[in-house]
DNA sequence: CGGGATCCAGGACGATACTG
DNA sequence: CAGTATCGTCCTGGATCCCG
């Protein structure tokens, strides 16, 4: 199995807010940064923007900019951002599977 | 989409050697914890031992303790963390279907 | 409005030595 | 062999201030 593979793409989403942009821009398409920021309390403009340079330049988000007077900077999907979904489905899928976490004490097994 | 579902299952996986512990365990099974020490080369038994525990606590590994005079302790995947090989085959599509960062210069804008 | 720069705290990671 | 304890380093994430 090419673990390699899978750690790479790990990496690209690793990050404390990256699943969070991520799923926004799933539900709203397209979001400007102001957006972003108002759709996510708790994160600060420091982090935002790294986690979404990070993205941009793993191709998973676009940045589009309009040279407007006030500043308009866009955020979406990339194709290949949004090819992720099987995938991120799979694993909430494996994640909703998950057994509890044994909590009474085995009566059998002293 | 169920954003919480997905992370929770992200943050459980991350950590520099959680992933290659995994593969590790997915191709041979049973593995003793200096199998893994050697398998893994910079590695130190710190991090095995932590991110190990990690996994044990999270169910996605279970721990074997053998009570012997030279100890011996076997890791294996459980159930559920074997459950999650379609999930990192998704992500590993996904991740082969990566397109070309665009390295060549757009020819028709300017 | 969008984003860069700087400073700072905490946790992840790593090397080494020690124990049962 | 398997694991713990301690220490140090680096990187991540956060607050604040500054700029076009």
Redesign the pocket.
Known sequence: MAATGVEAAFRML????KMVIIFHLFDRAVL???ELERAIP??????L??QL?DLERDGIVE?V?YPQV????EYRLTPWGQAMCPALDALLEWAAHRPPPKAGPAPCAD
């Open positions: 690793e990050g404390r807010w400007r940064f102001s708790g994160v600060s403009q420091k982090m923007i790294q340079r940045r900019v006030p500043p308009k900077v």
